[in-house]
């Protein structure tokens, strides 16, 4: 995901549902946050609360209900077809609203946090000193 974000590729679906699994086969949160040093414990048990296991199987279950251009573009994503996503993962409407929810401001945070386009660099441009502009002579 890292690389797709440095790339300033969109964030789909796909990669959403990639990062629960890569967090639970490192051991899950408590386990991470376990290894980084003057952690609070108190401060993992409140994280690992936050998010548990049956919710993120629950976030799997609503993706996995997805077909692969809805996973991709979730923008496709209308009210019939949130019925649809919801009644194949026997979960609520809301529960659906609310992982698409999630999945956008993850969306716009790796928007802000990648690669800015508005540089010369990015324009293939030569990157050197900048001049300032001519000063008006004679008025």
């Known amino acids: 995901m ?35 040093p003057g952690m609070d414990p108190a401060a993992v048990g409140a994280a690992q609360s936050g998010m548990d296991d049956s919710q993120i199987r629950r976030q799997m279950g609503i993706i996995d209900s997805m077909t692969v251009a809805e996973r991709r573009r979730p923008e496709l994503i209308n009210g019939s077809r949130k019925r649809r996503i919801a009644s194949g993962a026997g979960l609520a409407i809301q529960d659906v609203n609310r992982l698409l929810k999630q999945h956008r401001q993850l969306a716009k945070t790796m928007k802000r946090v990648g690669p800015r386009r508005g540089n010369r660099e990015a324009h293939g441009r030569h990157s050197g000193p900048l001049r300032s502009p001519p000063v008006g002579r004679g008025s």
């Open 2 to 36: 890292a690389t797709k974000v440095k790339r300033g590729r969109r964030l789909n679906l796909e990669d959403f549902r990639a990062q629960p699994e890569q967090l639970r086969n490192m051991g899950g949160i408590g386990a991470l946050l376990d290894k980084i």
